[in-house]
């Protein structure tokens, strides 16, 4: 098994399925999935990844592995992945072809045999009036939950792993598994160790004789919610001490710059004043954007001309030297909850205050296609934009935060504005682009449009509550 990127790289990729391609997994991690199947197969398979992409629908196809000069025939399936389950885009299982001539193994042996190749938990089992009776695990699962398959097998595989708290949970995914549909859901899940977080996948398996059987795939993901703890503790803990710090520095400039003896002595301390807002500045970002990526994306409906509105208003009181232009449509309303003013007030503010001179802004907010509540269809985007005439985006930090560069080639920039942007905007299905053109930087905002009829009241009511 294995995940891929938007860009159809691999994200992680299941260390045996990698001894069998003589591969080292985490050199293939960054690696398009393309360059695991023969020269032959690269056209049939971005067809279907593609098509995937496109219809978030499952494919599978008939490819070929190169190992040591042989070609080995495979079946690959891809199916899209849940956005929550953060691993990835695309989810690739990979069935090995039987020789020509010798007995197909039956379905069931066939995915004990697949299961084996898993690092995750894995598990089959057949439904029995809606019941997932347990047919085979893997060894990572006995090692996982603690329960050899000797005495699972034959029984309820939630009697064994499901906490009393989430059995009405479970039941639901193993009837959306019953009726031939994919689940991607983050659970919770008993294990020798105590209850743990997992990514869990549920896949429908073609009936066999009439049966029906499902696989589950568990991807333990309690080492990566601690991880996430201990970053938010030692971010806390770095922010209050800045907070400290920075009030003494305050108070000691200003008193500086207040009874400074020299006209050296009061520009210095005016340097550290100006040091120290900045500092402030950064601080308050990141608290920001702590609470963008600890929290769920929130849901509510915001009417972001409005909004739009709002943010220049306070971007002239501010900075009454610069001009700001706006061509804003209403209503406007997109699910992408309150935050989308603090992405606004961070373009705004970052292309008036990297602009050497008197800076000239551009803030355009509409619909790619006119609105009608009454034929309003679920696809349809709204395009916000925030002109500048600037110096622009450094190449190497532009790269880095709109291109997909390595983080490692993101040197001293701005601060964290931009990154809170789009952290705003795809926590909401959203993208952001960066565009140059004849002295003009133009980012861009797409963010799609809320649907159903009451809408557009919704979202002014939602809009006028955050004020």
Do not use: C
């Not at 700001?324 to 909850?337: A, C, K, N, R, Y």
């Amino acid at each position: 098994m294995f995940f891929l990127d938007e860009d159809f790289r691999f994200t992680r990729i299941a260390g045996s399925l990698a001894d069998w391609l003589d591969r080292d997994p985490e050199t293939l991690v960054g690696e398009p999935v393309t360059t695991i199947v023969a020269p032959s197969d690269v056209g049939a398979l971005r067809t279907a990844l593609a098509r995937v992409a496109e219809s978030q629908t499952s494919q599978t196809i008939a490819s070929h592995f190169v190992v040591s000069g042989d070609r080995l025939p495979v079946d690959i399936e891809l199916s899209p992945v849940a956005s929550e389950a953060s691993l990835g885009t695309i989810v690739g299982t990979v069935f090995r072809e039987t020789v020509a001539g010798d007995r197909p193994p039956s379905q069931l042996v066939q995915l004990r045999n697949f299961i084996e190749l898993l690092d995750d938990a894995a598990v089959v089992y057949e439904l029995s009036d809606g019941d997932p009776v347990v047919r085979s695990v893997n060894a990572a699962f006995e090692e996982t939950f603690g329960f050899q398959a000797r005495y699972v097998v034959g029984q309820s595989l939630n009697d064994y792993i499901v906490p009393a708290a989430h059995t009405e949970e479970a039941t639901r995914f193993d009837e959306r598994v019953d009726e031939g549909n994919v689940t991607t859901e983050l659970v919770r899940r008993k294990t020798a160790n105590g209850v743990q977080q997992f990514a869990y996948r549920g896949l429908p398996i073609e009936h066999e004789d009439g049966r029906r059987y499902g696989l589950a795939i568990y991807a333990d993901m309690t080492e990566n919610q601690q991880a996430r703890q201990h970053l938010q503790v030692l971010h806390r803990v770095l922010r209050h001490n800045v907070r400290n710090e920075l009030t003494v520095i305050f108070g000691m400039a200003e008193r500086i710059l207040d009874d400074g003896a020299s006209e050296e002595i009061r520009e210095a301390a005016a340097r550290i004043l100006d040091s120290a807002e900045g500092l402030a500045s950064v601080s308050e970002k990141a608290r920001m954007a702590e609470d963008i990526l600890g929290d769920p994306p929130s849901d509510t409906i915001v009417e972001v001309g409005s909004a739009a509105t709002d943010v220049v208003a306070d971007a002239r009181a501010r900075w009454p030297e610069a001009s700001i232009e706006t061509d804003i449509e209403t209503p406007l309303p997109v699910s992408t909850g309150l935050e989308i003013r603090d992405a606004l007030e961070n373009l705004v503010e970052n292309a008036i205050t990297h602009n050497t001179g008197a800076p000239t802004v551009r803030v355009t907010a509409r619909a790619e296609t006119p609105i009608h509540a009454s034929t309003r269809e679920t696809g349809q985007n709204i395009t916000i934009t925030v002109e500048d005439d600037g110096p622009g985006i450094p190449d190497h930090e532009q790269a880095v935060i709109f291109e997909g560069a390595n983080i490692t080639q993101l040197k001293h920039g701005s601060g964290l504005g931009l990154w809170v942007v789009r952290w705003i905007v795809e926590s909401a299905d959203g993208a952001v682009s960066y565009s140059r053109e004849d002295g003009w930087t133009t980012i861009t905002l797409r963010l799609p449009l809320a649907t159903g009829l009451d809408d557009a009241q919704g979202s002014e009511q939602a809009n006028t509550d955050s004020l």
